[in-house]
């Protein structure tokens, strides 16, 4: 794809040499002179010296060595939407592999394509245009929307984790509620959604989720958030949409966060907290972020004080 070609997909204006061969996209440390990359933030500081064929900019870019440029309002945007157009991507196949195990009055929508060795478990319900990779287990009544994909080893619908003390031993608490998933979610490696107690457990629209997250029984999940890698969620947990939710985070039972509020990674929140809109929570147990950094300095400065002098007086005898 040449630089002109690649303007006019992004409809945006470009500088420089216009028949500029693109032939694949590079982070900008490492591209060359036949890659497209992108420069925001720190990295504009390397864009000057990057041997790119060509860099996707900030409109306000400097460009006074004359690079081959596109200026677009959110560069890392704009490679998300091109890698595909340089790097095509062969979708699977609709349809369902031979090797997986569809249980009975299971509905699979249009254009959905079911992995190898995936089990699909009764009263299951899949809407159009999603993506099942293999060996991903579905268990029973379920409902997943349009346009979602489940990657490798994720379980969908087992029991929640809830037991009741009886006579000195637990006693399994039956599960007996469902999974909904909307539309345009994805659920990461080896992540587990746990199935309601009695009711449902959700998870809206647009909500990602990386590899190895566990949602336990009842939890609410809103539209358009975002949970990085190895973190839990307790039961009955509720998540407004677009919040973000960093990585190993461990988030106790019937805790709230709220509407856009960000969880820094490896926070823990303890059982019932309220996270409020928009705040920012960092450390165990987490705390708003400017108190988090201010008692970091304070250990600092502490740490770096002198011990007391010992007394130089000869120890007596007893």
Request: hydrophobic share 40%.
């Amino acid at each position: 794809m040449r630089v002109h070609e690649l303007a006019a997909f992004l409809g945006a204006v470009y500088e420089g040499d216009s028949d500029a061969d693109i032939l694949q996209v590079a982070p900008i440390e490492e591209a060359g002179p036949s890659d497209l990359s992108f420069a925001t933030g720190k990295a504009l500081k390397l864009a000057a010296d990057s041997p790119a064929a060509c860099l996707l900019v900030p409109l306000d870019f400097a460009n006074p060595s004359g690079k081959n440029v596109i200026r677009v309002a959110d560069p890392r945007a704009a490679v998300a939407r091109v890698v595909l157009k340089i790097h095509p991507q062969n979708a699977p196949a609709p349809g369902v592999h031979p090797t997986a195990v569809i249980g009975e009055r299971v509905t699979i929508g249009e254009g959905t394509s079911i992995g190898a060795g995936s089990v699909i478990g009764d009263d299951v319900t899949i809407g159009a245009r999603c993506v099942i990779h293999p060996r991903v287990t579905v268990y029973r009544e379920v409902t997943i929307g349009d346009d979602s994909i489940l990657h490798s080893g994720c379980v969908i619908g087992a029991d929640g984790f809830g037991f009741v003390m009886t006579n000195g031993a637990y006693e399994k608490f039956p599960q007996v509620g469902r999974v909904e998933i909307g539309n345009q979610v994805e659920i990461g490696a080896n992540s587990c959604v746990d199935r309601a107690a009695l009711g449902v457990t959700s998870i809206g629209d647009g909500t990602k989720l990386d590899n190895m997250v566990h949602i336990g029984h009842n939890c609410k999940i809103g539209k358009h958030v975002v949970i990085v890698a190895q973190t839990g969620l307790s039961g009955g947990v509720i998540v407004g949409d677009y919040a973000v939710i960093g990585g190993q985070v461990g988030i106790g039972d019937k805790a709230r966060i709220e509407s856009k509020a960000v969880i820094g990674s490896g926070a823990g929140i303890l059982t019932s907290k309220i996270v409020r809109a928009g705040q920012v929570m960092w450390g165990t147990p987490a705390r708003p972020l400017k108190e988090y950094l201010a008692q970091l300095a304070m250990l600092s400065k502490l740490a770096k004080k002198k011990p007391a002098a010992r007394s130089q007086e000869p120890e007596l005898l007893s």
